[in-house]
């Protein structure tokens, strides 16, 4: 573990003498001298004093050092049946004359743009036309529903709203516009415009302030990059919390500059000319990261893919798409591995000698289970890496540093700290859990460059939310171990937050839906474990005396009323009445308990438990499969 130990050692003994020498892979309009602002802890600043712009890094560098007609993007639709490629020339132009159309609505420094868009290149273009002007955009992911819609338009208040009229899934085509005109009479706030990109699948009936992309590209100028503040925000991602109101994580440009660009080189081992495919939305974290911020930022080619690891047509989808376009390297979801297994359990739809320019496969966005870890090994013959993190941090916390050193993995675990984060386990009290032993994962202060500096507008949520259960230390909200030789083993959420196919999402939203019905006096949702998804919810509700509609109705109802307001995302399949729920005697839901007994664990009965019987009378109920 030579360079690894060397480099990680370097990078918490010396972090300023580590990052600015990392910050030499980025062009600066204004060159950092101060590193790290360390004067208001808990909140710290990287590169406090330096200018830059991000849309000129992922692109326009590219084209000034000669690189124009190479490949910056390629977008792969088998939904729709076409490929398009970029070059970084070509996609500087769309970006330039798309900034240029956001300027023409108003739009400048520091304002908030919403994106809402399916896996069109139209959505790379925005948020770059965003970082080119010094907006700052949130993109809300295609599968939620109005309800998630309108709380982060109400939060981020957007001056401007970027939509397509529809996205493709395999099975229907799902209008987005009535979403976003149902979020938009829902919020309190009102965008000054919102620009619609028409697909021919289902173009949008447009209502007063709706624009077309055409139309406003059309009339728009190109515009140049706007050096920002390296502290300025560059983006705000929303992601589930326990509540029912997401957090808005907060990238700044600086920092997620340096730090990605560090990340391609050494985590991703993964450089100028080559594929990079991360097979996720645009509307995750990892998408903002890997699809399009770092592969462009390195010079790389990015791949936007849009269509399903099966189904698109078939579980050969994802290696045809590596032999089509050359996939170097692939970063896709365990879950997605999952569904392909499933399908094509001996790989026989995999051909080595088509996917050969693969290197590495890298696996996130939940646990990797060993099983999945193996099969895709074995059948692909390239090391498989699995790496920790979440939107908070932006970048991997543990992983195999490809770049730096070929560590051998093990299933199960995420490998070691990447270098940056000090990455401790700790027990109740704060202390270290020695290794083998199970507690909370936390991050020493300061975090490395790219993670969040704090919460949009909410700086005491931010505190709240991470910093306080154990001072001087940010709370991941995972546990999990370290093993005797430093590997990282993390084992799940310690919060109510769930991971259903890669995507995070928040029980709390879904128990508001429910609550919110007229029959529902109380309820919980729990997420349990799934063979594909890894964890699914299960809805369980008490209905108010007197409710007489049939259980299987009021069921019914609840699935579909999650699906209506959050989305078909959610995968809520299964809500069943129940005569009570088990709580404590101050009145709070045994939510960890009946997650214990749903997932086939002998759970011990808390000493706290206000009527022990209530919870037998559930244990069956929790136990159906
Ligand atoms: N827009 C609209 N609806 C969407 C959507 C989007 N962008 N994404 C998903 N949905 C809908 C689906 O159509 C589905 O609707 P249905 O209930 O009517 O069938 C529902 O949301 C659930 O979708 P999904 O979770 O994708 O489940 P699935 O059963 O359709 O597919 C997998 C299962 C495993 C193939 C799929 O979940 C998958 O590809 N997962 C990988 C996810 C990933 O890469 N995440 C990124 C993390 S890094
Ligand atoms: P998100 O913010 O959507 O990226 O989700 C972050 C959460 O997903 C983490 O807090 C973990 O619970 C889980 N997660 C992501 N990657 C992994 C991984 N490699 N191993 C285990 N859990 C993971």
Redesign the pocket.
């Known amino acids: 573990m030579g360079a690894y130990r060397d480099t990680y050692r370097q990078s918490l003994e010396d972090p300023e003498w580590f990052w600015r020498d990392a910050a030499s892979g980025v062009d600066w309009a204004r060159m950092p001298i101060r590193v790290l602002d360390e004067d208001r802890p808990p909140f710290y600043r990287w590169f406090p004093d330096a200018e830059l712009n991000t849309c000129h890094n992922a692109l326009d560098r590219h084209v000034d050092a000669g690189r124009g007609d190479a490949v910056a993007l390629v977008y792969d639709s088998p939904v729709t049946g076409s490929v398009r490629r970029y070059t970084f020339r070509e996609l500087r132009d769309e970006v330039a004359c798309f900034a240029g159309a956001l300027r023409g609505l108003g739009v400048g420094r520091g304002d908030r743009v919403v994106i809402y868009m399916a896996m069109v290149p139209e959505a790379v273009v925005a948020m770059l036309a965003c970082a080119r002007l010094g907006a700052v955009h949130s993109v809300v992911f295609g599968g939620f529903g109005p309800k998630e819609l309108a709380a982060r338009i109400d939060d981020a208040r957007p001056k401007v709203i970027v939509a397509t009229s529809c996205g493709i899934e395999p099975s229907r085509v799902v209008e987005y516009k009535p979403l976003l005109d149902a979020a938009l009479d829902e919020a309190a706030h009102r965008p000054d415009a919102c620009v619609i990109l028409q697909r021919e699948q289902a173009p949008a009936r447009l209502r007063d302030g709706d624009v077309t992309w055409a139309d406003v590209v059309a009339r728009a100028e190109p515009v140049g990059c706007v050096p920002v503040a390296a502290t300025d925000p560059l983006y705000i991602l929303y992601?589930s919390g326990t509540t029912g109101r997401p957090k808005g994580i907060v990238r700044d440009n600086g920092g997620h500059a340096v730090a990605l660009t560090w990340s391609m080189a050494n985590i991703f081992d993964c450089g100028s000319g080559d594929v990079f495919w991360a097979a996720s939305d645009v509307g995750?974290?990892?998408g903002h990261s890997y699809i399009v911020y770092a592969p462009l930022l390195a010079g790389s080619t990015t791949v936007l893919y849009e269509g399903k690891p099966v189904g698109t047509p078939d579980a050969g989808a994802f290696w045809r798409v590596v032999e089509d376009h050359g996939v170097n390297v692939l970063f896709a979801a365990p879950t997605a591995i999952r569904a392909i297994r499933k399908e094509d359990p001996d790989g026989a739809r995999i051909d080595r000698a088509r996917t050969k320019s693969l290197r590495t496969l890298f696996?996130?966005?939940?646990?990797?289970d060993p099983q999945t870890y193996e099969w895709a090994g074995e059948k692909l013959g390239v090391p498989v890496v699995?790496?920790?993190?979440?939107?908070?941090t932006g970048w991997p916390i543990a992983a195999s540093p490809r770049g730096l050193e070929a560590l051998a993995t093990k299933p199960g675990s995420?490998s070691v700290p990447v270098p940056g984060f000090d990455v401790r386990v700790v027990q109740p009290d704060g202390q270290d859990a020695p290794a083998g032993t199970d507690g909370s994962i936390v991050i020493r202060l300061p975090m490395p460059p790219g993670c969040l500096p704090t919460l949009w507008n909410d700086d005491e949520r931010f505190v709240a939310s991470y910093l306080s259960a154990f001072p001087g230390c940010y709370l991941?909200?995972?546990g999990g171990r370290f093993d005797e030789d430093g590997y990282l083993y993390?084992m799940?959420?310690t919060d109510d937050?769930i991971?259903v196919a890669g995507?995070?999402l928040s029980t709390g939203a879904m128990e508001e839906v429910l609550a919110g019905h007229p029959a529902v006096a109380e309820c919980a949702v729990i997420g349990v474990e799934d063979e594909l998804k890894g964890q699914v919810p299960r809805g369980f509700v008490v209905l108010k005396a007197g409710v007489t509609t049939a259980h299987d109705e009021v069921a019914a109802q609840l699935v579909q009323l999650v699906r209506d307001r959050i989305g078909a995302v959610a995968s809520l399949r299964r809500v069943q009445v129940v005569a009570a729920l088990p709580k404590t005697r101050s009145g709070k839901i045994l939510r960890r308990t009946m997650r214990g007994i749903a997932d086939g664990r002998e759970e011990p009965v808390p000493s706290t438990i206000e009527d022990p019987a209530v919870l037998d009378q559930l244990r069956p109920v929790l136990r159906e499969r």
């Open positions: 992601t995750w974290v990892v696996m996130a966005g939940e646990r990797l699995d790496n920790w993190w979440q939107t908070e995420p991941t909200g995972d993390v799940g959420r937050v991971n995507h995070r």
